[in-house]
């Protein structure tokens, strides 16, 4: 068994695993920060904004991802080293913890990161919400006005996007926009972060 500086059994592996996890902590609340910021463009029209705030969301998912996978090879050595499978939870890993501040501290790692993790799940949700909103009103320009026939009835009406090509490239580059964010945004599931929590 490892001891750690201080002499207790393990103690120095939790420290790294509670840094990891503040790392990871800090990501998924930046995460949080960017789609929340995504939304805020998002409902108030900004959807050529979009392009920036989706590549924002894009670049700390990464991160994200990569403090993932670094805490997930320190908490499999911690679960290996404390006599659990090397996939553990993290509330199977805080039951097994070193005695002293680790346990009360791992549950508190996993607390905030089920809340963090629930609020980026819902506001990621409302993201594609109201991109897909944008989308179908990209996808149906508005109406010009209706012009009367030789015959005196009223013609269809005539799309002013489909008149202006200036409009088109614009209503073109909306929809990009659109669809890069949706895809991203969908992106946020974080799978292996919920199977770590043991939400899954």
């Given at each position: ?24 902590r800090r990501q998924l609340e930046l995460l949080l920060y960017r789609l929340e ?56 890993i805080a039951s097994v913890a070193p005695p002293g501040i680790w346990p009360e ?89 919920k199977e770590f929590l043991g939400l899954e």
């Amino acid at each position: 068994m490892f001891l750690g500086q201080t002499g207790e059994w393990g103690t120095v592996g939790a420290d790294e695993l509670s840094a990891l996890l503040w790392r990871e902590r800090r990501q998924l609340e930046l995460l949080l920060y960017r789609l929340e910021t995504q939304l805020l463009h998002v409902r108030a029209g900004n959807s050529h904004w979009l392009k920036f705030a989706a590549a924002d969301v894009e670049k700390v998912l990464d991160n994200l991802r990569f403090d993932t996978l670094a805490r997930n090879i320190e908490s499999s050595a911690r679960a290996i080293e404390w006599r659990l499978p090397a996939n553990a939870t993290l509330p199977m890993i805080a039951s097994v913890a070193p005695p002293g501040i680790w346990p009360e501290l791992l549950q508190d790692h996993h607390r905030e990161l089920v809340l963090v993790l629930k609020q980026v799940e819902s506001t990621a949700a409302a993201n594609v919400e109201a991109l897909l909103t944008g989308q179908q009103r990209a996808g149906n320009p508005p109406l010009g006005s209706v012009q009367p026939a030789d015959n005196g009835v009223p013609a269809a009406p005539v799309a002013v996007a489909q008149t202006d090509n200036a409009d088109d490239v614009m209503l073109l580059a909306e929809s990009a926009n659109i669809e890069r964010a949706l895809a991203v945004t969908r992106d946020c599931s974080l799978p292996l972060l919920k199977e770590f929590l043991g939400l899954e």
